[in-house]
């Protein structure tokens, strides 16, 4: 139950939301994604931020802004934005129930057999800018 993302289960994530607002849980100050500029030296690290300008299997591009993976933009007719619930500026927090902590760890876990499902959890800053409120929520696609 410690676990940030016991709340990948779908069934989970109401207790856990309703049981932090019961806490007083104050939830940690956030900034609105600004894109990093990344200085990498080494011909490894410039090949992994290449990769990471390209769009994922699902038509997603991630960069990463502080600690987190963060939506870019998405390509027009893929599977994510034939699907429009997922926006730019959107976290991706999690693939499959794995927690996402690089833009190379998020596309490996995108890619997947072509008819597949994927189960993304997503978090998003509310339209006020309050950046001390993300929502969660999940989305799940079907490769092509």
């Not at 189960?119 to 950046?131: F, N």
Request: with cysteine; hydrophobic share 40%; proline share 6%.
């Amino acid at each position: 139950m410690n676990d940030l993302f016991d709340c990948c289960s779908p069934q989970r994530a109401p207790d856990l939301a309703m049981q932090a607002e019961q806490n007083n849980v104050p939830r940690p100050p956030r900034q609105q994604p600004t894109r990093l500029q990344a200085t990498m030296s080494s011909p490894t690290a410039h090949r992994d931020d290449l990769k990471r300008r390209k769009p994922s299997p699902l038509g997603l591009v991630l960069v990463m802004d502080e600690d987190d993976v963060v939506v870019e933009s998405i390509a027009r007719g893929s599977v994510a934005g034939m699907d429009s619930r997922i926006r730019a500026g959107d976290l991706l927090l999690a693939v499959d129930g794995v927690e996402i902590k690089s833009v190379v760890q998020a596309q490996h876990l995108l890619v997947g057999e072509a008819n597949s499902h994927v189960q993304l959890v997503l978090g998003r800053v509310d339209e006020k800018g309050d950046t001390q409120s993300v929502r969660r929520f999940f989305v799940t696609l079907i490769r092509e």
